[in-house]
């Protein structure tokens, strides 16, 4: 097989799955903790909060058809269904079309709770002087195919520090 005939072979991606406690107690908590981890799929990271069930990141392959299991959700999908958004209309260098979306966050009374692309080295690139856009805001970068391409989202919560706490995301084009 040449490289032009080879099937492009899918990236893994985050995706997050809610998981309900066996039981409100610790015990519960060690028990539901221990099924998460002995998965297929490598856990990222888990978000716990009291009262509430867990939400679990994983690196997952999706199938050939580019789909995941229903039980997940891509990042791009939880801000496009559960945040309102607002698009920058910022020109400028690309460091201050970035600070101005954290800007507008901020307006919003959200903190920084992740940023969205469809990859995290074009957005690096894109914002250059060697700098990691995630590492300046201090925020977890996801990359989903499913995102507009060129397009950056700095997704934002009033209460929360997880993705799937987001309120409110700035849609920042990458031009």
């Not at 799929?41 to 009262?51: H, M």
């Not at 080295?121 to 590492?135: D, E, I, P, Q």
């Not at 997704?155 to 799937?164: E, P, Q, V």
Request: charged share 30%; aromatic share 6%.
């Amino acid at each position: 097989m040449t490289p032009e005939t080879e099937p492009e072979r899918a990236r893994s991606v985050i995706a997050a799955e809610v998981v309900p406690l066996t039981r409100q107690s610790v015990p519960g908590l060690l028990e539901t903790l221990t099924s998460v981890f002995q998965g297929r799929d490598k856990v990222v990271r888990v978000y716990y909060e009291r009262g509430e069930p867990l939400l679990v990141e994983r690196l997952v392959q999706p199938s050939e058809e580019g789909k995941l299991r229903d039980d997940f959700q891509m990042p791009y999908e939880l801000v496009r269904h559960g945040t309102q958004f607002r698009v920058s209309d910022r020109d400028g260098p690309p460091l201050d079309r970035v600070c101005h979306a954290a800007q507008l966050l901020a307006e919003e009374k959200c903190a920084p709770v992740g940023l969205i692309s469809r990859s995290e080295a074009a957005v690096n690139t894109w914002v250059g002087a060697g700098l990691r856009a995630s590492a300046f805001l201090r925020v977890p970068f996801y990359e989903d195919p499913e995102a507009p391409p060129r397009v950056l989202f700095l997704c934002g919560s009033k209460t929360g520090r997880a993705l799937r706490d987001a309120d409110f995301s700035v849609c920042v084009r990458m031009e």
